[in-house]
């Protein structure tokens, strides 16, 4: 399957993006992410002001299959969540590059630097697809 992935964002090896976006860092899942879980049902969003950790959970994506742990890409504070997920989680899976899930005030910005350009995630990827 040929999966699309955003130039502008960086990945983590948990399959979630972070994007740079005027100081912050907005944070969704990949389209990798979305089509495994396949249809989402509910998403369980951090509060506005919690403190993100760099590879730790903060959320939880709950499909139709299982319920799936969201990491964190960045440390920070979370500034804004997306409320339209909580009555349409699918938009997740219709454009899950749009539909982000939180924005973070980040603490630490060299940690995007740690995280895989696209090209190298899409790899990535492959890499996963090869191995199952």
Known sequence: MEYKYDAKAHYATSHEWARAEGGLIVVGISDYAQDLLSDLVFVDLPEVGATAKAGKAIAVAESVKAAEDVYSPVS???????????????????????????KVAPSDSSEMEALMDASAYETYVKEQQEAH
């Open 76 to 102: 920070g504070e979370v500034v804004e969540i997306n409320e339209d997920l909580i009555d349409t989680p699918e938009l997740l899976n219709s454009d899950p590059y749009g539909a982000w899930l939180f």
